[in-house]
T-cell receptor
Framework: DAKTTQPPSMDCAEGRAANLPCNHS???????VYWYRQIHSQGPQYIIH???NNETNEMASLIITEDRKSSTLILPHATLRDTAVYYC?????????????FGQGTRLTINP | DAMVIQNPRYQVTQFGKPVTLSCSQT?????MYWYQQKSSQAPKLLFH???????NEADTPDNFQSRRPNTSFCFLDIRSPGLGDAAMYLC??????????FGPGTRLLVL
């Protein structure tokens, strides 16, 4: 079973920051939080991941709470092309057997 | 560009007729994964290869098999497709336990 819970859907206006929350209250100390997105009929696209510290790359920022029980993905300036299903995943397993257990994700709609 | 390639993008097969889906990668990753994604559902891991070692998920039906003849290629064989096997099949690769990168998927239709 997925170790994360996300709101099923969210809306955001184009050009604004999109903040997608994720709860992972049972995360273990050595488990990473990963974010992927899936645009309709395409394969999931890797966005970002983190363990304890906040992370930023060219696509997004990841804010992880100090107790690691929740995180927020931030798309700083959302565009229409960011409309997708966003999956927050806790990567489980040991080295060489890492698994991504997908939950239902958040369907993000960017409105003009 | 390094990538994960899946062919074909769309595959039509007949009920009970064996079908093979293929995945290749130019990333030289040692792990290759196969996921099944049914309509309006999240991807679900079927199995993965760590180098030549095959690792099956406990709830993957016996109807699904896989082969990995070399580092670059991995195949998904469905021995007797049923109507319930119609889905998008996603291949992903990773180096050890690191980030997985997905291909575009093959959408399978069973008639």
């Amino acid at each position: 079973d997925a170790k994360t819970t996300q709101p099923p859907s969210m809306d955001c206006a184009e050009g604004r920051a999109a903040n997608l929350p994720c709860n992972h209250s049972t995360i273990s100390g050595n488990e990473y939080v990963y974010w992927y997105r899936q645009i309709h009929s395409q394969g999931p696209q890797y966005i970002i991941h983190g363990l304890k510290n906040n992370e930023t790359n060219e696509m997004a920022s990841l804010i992880i709470t100090e107790d690691r029980k929740s995180s927020t993905l931030i798309l700083p300036h959302a565009t229409l092309r960011d409309t997708a299903v966003y999956y927050c995943i806790v990567r489980v397993g040991v080295w060489g057997a890492q698994k991504l257990v997908f939950g239902q994700g958040t369907r993000l709609t960017i409105n003009p | 560009d390094a990538m994960v390639i899946q062919n074909p993008r769309y595959q039509v097969t007949q009920f009970g007729k064996p079908v093979t889906l293929s995945c290749s990668q130019t990333l030289n990753h040692n792990v290759m994964y196969w996921y099944q994604q049914k309509s309006s559902q999240a991807p679900k891991l079927l199995f993965h290869y760590y180098d030549k070692d095959f690792n099956n998920e406990a709830d993957t039906p016996d109807n699904f098999q896989s082969r990995r003849p070399n580092t670059s290629f991995c195949f998904l064989d469905i021995r007797s497709p049923g109507l319930g096997d119609a889905a998008m099949y996603l291949c992903a690769t990773g180096q050890g336990g690191e980030t997985q990168y997905f291909g575009p998927g093959t959408r399978l239709l069973v008639l």
